[in-house]
């Protein structure tokens, strides 16, 4: 006896799973098979009905209905089907979790189609009537992919998070190396005061405090206004709010490499769509490692040049130090994670996370040739909202 989800409906009813798929399947990988002829669709469910959990379905709207309930990791669809296509499928699958495996299958006539289909991401395509070895292998080869993809992502976010606390740690630092001085001058007034209470300067005395006061309370609302993540998931910002926040919380890193910072933010720059919270964690670490590449330099400025910009419809940030560059052979190797050019001082997690980041919003990060010298200039770039 076999169980199966019917269409548009969640109910069940007899027909496709058996038992023993049913029993333990949140220990096996789950297989969704989507055809409209019933002879491919028992072949491929005898074929991996041993060992996978397979669903099967007849149509997009049922596929579809079944992804949203089942932890589905590999599809098996045919391309021609009545009402929508498996390529129709296929991307409504990209768009709900992208790590699902797609392989198409498809009748003779309709190669070129099928071939199409990879490169809006399916896995792999095979003509019918297929080989059970090959398949078997695709299957197999498909399973992996997802199993590494899955993996990846989970080292990506673990990656992120490892980031922001070590991002956190330096603004908060940052920000308790600045409050040093305010309170030192405050504790000196305190103490003179308390030796001579009755000065003829007591009211200058105390409007300094004052002041030093208020420059703590400023320095403590600026860095908690950074850290604070606001609203969750994408929404549209400003990139130069981001680029602000950074730089007001950055300032002690300034002081401490004696670094200058050189800004020409673009007015009335379109926003684009991202998480605040992320792009400042990934502008922070471009201005930390351009502080820290500047640090060694002995002669010259150390400038730190920021620009924001639109260009061919997408919004920009460029970050560029006079340090002493990245050797163009590895403009590409920096972005790795766990990469590092710094030794053991470096975790190699900044680049990483930048890139992961601006990938989320379909954006990009690239190390260009520097305007200024020989240092190291670093473009983001995030499509502008619509």
Avoid at 82 to 109: A, C, H, N, W
Avoid at 159 to 171: D, K
Wanted: include cysteine; proline fraction near 5%.
């Amino acid at each position: 006896m076999a169980v199966q989800i019917l269409p548009d409906t969640g109910k069940y009813a007899l027909g496709d799973v058996s038992p023993n798929d049913i029993v333990g399947s949140s220990r096996r990988t789950h297989m969704l098979v989507v055809d409209d002829e019933n002879g491919p669709r028992q072949a491929l469910r005898m074929l991996f009905k041993e060992d996978y959990t397979v669903h099967l379905a007849t149509r997009v709207s049922e596929a579809l209905e079944i992804l949203k309930q089942q932890p589905i990791e590999i599809i098996i669809t045919d391309l021609r089907m009545p009402e929508r296509s498996g390529v129709e499928l296929l991307r409504e699958v990209k768009q709900f979790d992208s790590d699902i495996q797609v392989i198409i299958f498809t009748g003779y006539g309709q190669l070129e189609t099928a071939m199409k289909a990879v490169e809006y991401g399916a896995f792999a395509y095979m003509e019918k009537p297929f080989d059970n070895a090959v398949m078997r292998d695709i299957v197999r080869s498909a399973h992996a992919k997802h199993r590494q993809e899955k993996e990846r992502r989970m080292f990506e976010k673990l990656a992120l998070e490892a980031s922001r606390f070590e991002t956190l740690g330096r603004v908060v630092s940052g920000m308790m190396h600045d409050m040093g001085t305010p309170l030192t001058v405050i504790n000196s007034h305190i103490e003179l005061l308390l030796m001579k209470p009755e000065r003829d300067d007591l009211v200058k005395r105390l409007e300094t405090m004052k002041s030093q006061i208020q420059y703590c309370a400023d320095l403590a609302r600026s860095t908690m206004n950074y850290l604070r993540p606001g609203q969750k998931g994408p929404v549209q910002t400003d990139l130069n709010t981001v680029v602000n926040a950074c730089l007001k919380v950055a300032a002690p890193f300034f002081r401490e490499t004696h670094a200058t910072m050189h800004a020409d933010l673009a007015a009335a720059l379109p926003p684009t769509l991202c998480e605040p919270v992320l792009m400042r964690q990934a502008v922070m670490n471009l201005i930390t490692n351009a502080c820290q590449a500047m640090a060694p330099v002995t002669s010259g400025e150390r400038m730190l040049y920021i620009s924001t910009f639109t260009e061919e419809g997408m919004a920009c940030i460029a970050l560029e130090d006079t340090g002493p560059g990245i050797p163009k052979n590895l403009w590409e190797s920096v972005f790795d994670t766990f990469f590092s050019t710094k030794g053991q001082s470096g975790t190699g997690l900044g680049l990483g996370v930048v890139r992961n980041v601006v990938r989320r919003y379909n954006g990009s990060v690239k190390l260009e040739a520097p305007k200024h010298g020989t240092g190291a200039r670093f473009v983001l770039r995030l499509p502008i909202a619509e």
